[in-house]
């Protein structure tokens, strides 16, 4: 985790330049892990309620989000 911590401490800063590139990569980090999970959800049966309720968010924004996706496979 240390990248991930970097990118906070330079998101954190006092220079403009470095703290909006580290924000954007922590934005950047931060899709792709919600991606992630929200696909290890599908492929263990959560509905998108189960899913929005853990994001914080309504059952149509998740949806409308990540349901252009199809339900990955089970790996095994």
């Known amino acids: ?3 991930a911590n970097d990118l906070a ?3 954190a800063g006092a220079d403009p330049r470095i703290g909006l590139r580290a924000a954007v ?12 999970q929200v696909d290890n959800a599908r ?3 959560w509905s ?3 899913i929005a309720d853990a994001l914080d ?17 089970q790996e095994g």
């Open 1 to 3: 985790m240390t990248e």
């Open 9 to 11: 401490e330079a998101a």
């Open 25 to 36: 990569a922590l934005r950047r980090l931060a899709d792709a892990l919600e991606v992630l």
């Open 43 to 45: 492929r263990q049966g």
């Open 48 to 50: 998108w309620q189960e």
């Open 57 to 73: 968010v309504t059952r149509q924004a998740v949806h409308k989000k990540h349901a252009g996706r199809p339900v990955p496979r």
